[in-house]
């Protein structure tokens, strides 16, 4: 599965940028991957699940 390196902070609109490495075997449903914007410096931690599950 796919992870973004930037996201858009959805409190200051600007650039977030991945802080977590990839794992040695890939992104997997359920990993918790942190941001930090780069306009107001909050941090978000996102849980990042295939689209496919549980739906």
Request: proline share 5%; glycine share 10%; net charge negative.
């Amino acid at each position: 599965m796919e992870v973004p390196e930037v996201i858009t902070c959805v409190d200051c609109g600007q650039k977030a940028h991945r802080l977590s490495y990839p794992p040695e075997d890939g992104w997997q449903s359920g990993d918790i991957v942190a941001y930090r914007c780069s306009g107001c410096n909050d941090r978000w931690d996102l849980v990042f699940e295939d689209e496919g599950e549980g739906n």
